[in-house]
């Protein structure tokens, strides 16, 4: 009888836990926050600054070039100029011995063989008298050959002068655009970056503090070896300086300033913006990704607007936005829109 009432306990016990259990509520599992629309209104005017300064950048390295074709087309119009002088001095020498004898010849005056075996007196006479013609014969056909020559070559030296002095000018208005272009540039980048500066002075507390993440501080040991693992510890040790468009070397710098400085400090050079590193190197799948590669992120080939390095498990580092450091953070923290990635060396 007590062996029934226990097990009948354990049966009520068992239904009443039951009941328990199922009336209990299941905690909520937490879902992630996502970034305000402060925030992400901030990004999207930190990536139009972004490819409004490699546009900026870009046109500068564009006028540069054009300068140098400047300075080219107005060495080769120098040097053709020069050796049109030296030609026409060489065409001045011959010319006197060319018309001496071509007027002697249009007088009556014979320079061949038969008319010194006409003229001669004696055989002795008539051989020092060919002798002589043959010199006389000799120095008239090289002095034809320089006298042509050398009209060729200032005819030459001339054209060569006149397209130098067309690719100069030119060069010349090429620039002169560009110099136009870049001043619209620079008006555009400048109101855009006054708007940027509000923008994140207008950031609550914790939109700055979502914007720059969990601060990072660890210490990267198997970065790779050779140029790529050098330039990773190049870009780490930069960590903390301060972001700002234009800036490419310590302690300021911009997305392709520090990645253009960090490979040049490991002895590589690549181009200064962000869309133009994107056409060097080898494509690499995300999922192979090495230390030293670098992340691009943008709509697309023509609209990046960001540049990372990547460090290993799921890392990078880079100069971000205007009023974060450059910090390491994780891969996710570059951009919604990564478009692909490139291997440098290797």
Not at 107 to 125: C, I
Not at 181 to 199: F, G, M
Request: hydrophobic share 40%.
């Amino acid at each position: 009888m007590k062996s029934q009432k226990v097990k009948r306990g354990t049966v009520i016990a068992a239904a009443m836990l039951a009941v328990v259990s199922v009336s209990v509520p299941v905690p909520a599992v937490a879902q992630p926050t996502t970034e305000s629309e402060a925030v992400t209104k901030y990004k999207e005017l930190n990536a139009q600054a972004a490819q409004l300064n490699d546009d900026f950048l870009k046109a500068n390295e564009d006028k540069a070039a054009r300068q140098a074709d400047i300075d080219k087309a107005n060495a080769d119009m120098a040097a053709a100029n020069q050796e049109k002088v030296a030609a026409q001095g060489v065409e001045d020498q011959f010319r006197g011995q060319v018309d001496l004898l071509s007027t002697a010849a249009f007088h009556g005056a014979r320079f061949d063989k038969f008319s010194a075996l006409l003229t001669g007196t004696s055989p002795e006479d008539f051989l020092a008298r060919s002798s002589a013609l043959d010199v006389l014969a000799t120095d008239n056909n090289n002095a034809l050959k320089q006298l042509s020559g050398a009209v060729k070559k200032a005819s030459d030296a001339e054209h060569g002068a006149s397209d130098a002095a067309k690719r100069a000018t030119e060069a010349r208005d090429a620039a002169q655009k560009l110099a136009d272009d870049i001043t619209a540039k620079r008006k555009e980048l400048d109101n855009q970056i006054k708007q940027l500066e509000s923008s994140f002075k207008n950031l609550s507390a914790a939109d700055k503090k979502a914007l720059e993440g969990e601060k990072d501080n660890g210490v990267y040991l198997n970065v790779g070896t050779g140029a790529a693992g050098k330039a990773v510890q190049m870009a780490l040790s930069r960590r903390g300086d301060t972001y700002r468009l234009g800036g490419s070397k310590p302690p300021i710098f911009d997305c392709s300033g520090l990645t253009m400085w960090a490979y040049g400090q490991a002895g590589v050079k690549i181009p200064r913006t962000s869309r133009e590193q994107f056409t060097v190197g080898k494509p690499v799948a995300k999922a192979d990704l090495e230390p030293g590669d670098l992340l691009f992120f943008g709509s697309s080939a023509s609209r990046i607007h960001h540049v990372a390095m990547y460090i290993g498990n799921g890392m990078i580092v880079h100069a971000s936005d205007y009023g974060i450091p450059v910090l390491s953070a994780p891969i996710e923290k570059g951009g919604k829109d990564f478009f692909g990635a490139k291997r440098i060396v290797g």
